[in-house]
C-alpha cells in the first residue's frame, strides 16, 4: 500500500471520530438492543397534539437513523481494513484509492471510477 503511516493515522483519526459522532448521534434517536439500534418511542403523552408531533418525529428519525447506521457500518469496515491492511483499495476492481478520496471520505469503499 502506498499510504505513509502519518497520512493513514489521519485517516483512522477521522473515521474514529466519525464513528463517535455517528454512535453519539445514533443514541440520541436510538437505544441499542443486541447491538442493534431500534427507534425509541417513548414518552408519549397524553395531549393529542403531542402526540401527533411523537408520530411525525418517530418517522421522520428512521430514514436518519437508517442513513446513521449504514454510514456506521462503513466506517467500522473501513477501520476492519486498515486493521487487516486492505484498507485503500477498492471493493470492486481491487485498484488503490486515490488519497485525495480517502481524506475526503475516508470510508470510501470504491474507487473513483467505480
Ligand atoms: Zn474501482
Do not use: W
Not at 28 to 34: E, H, L
Not at 52 to 69: G, I, K, M, R, S
Not at 79 to 92: I, K, S, V
Amino acid at each position: 500500500m502506498t499510504i505513509d503511516t502519518k497520512t493513514l493515522t489521519e485517516l483512522k483519526e477521522a473515521l474514529l471520530t466519525e464513528k463517535a459522532e455517528l454512535e453519539s448521534n445514533l443514541g440520541r434517536i436510538a437505544k441499542p438492543t443486541d447491538g442493534e439500534y431500534v427507534t425509541t418511542f417513548d414518552e408519549v403523552g397524553n395531549d393529542r397534539e403531542d402526540n401527533a408531533t411523537e408520530v411525525e418525529e418517530y418517522t421522520d428519525n428512521l430514514p436518519v437513523e437508517q442513513a446513521l447506521e449504514k454510514k456506521l457500518h462503513e466506517v467500522n469496515a473501513a477501520l476492519a481494513r486498515m486493521e487487516n491492511g486492505t484498507y485503500g483499495f477498492c471493493d470492486n476492481c481491487k485498484q488503490e484509492i486515490a488519497i485525495e478520496r480517502l481524506q475526503a471520505n475516508p470510508s470510501a469503499q470504491t474507487c473513483i471510477k467505480c
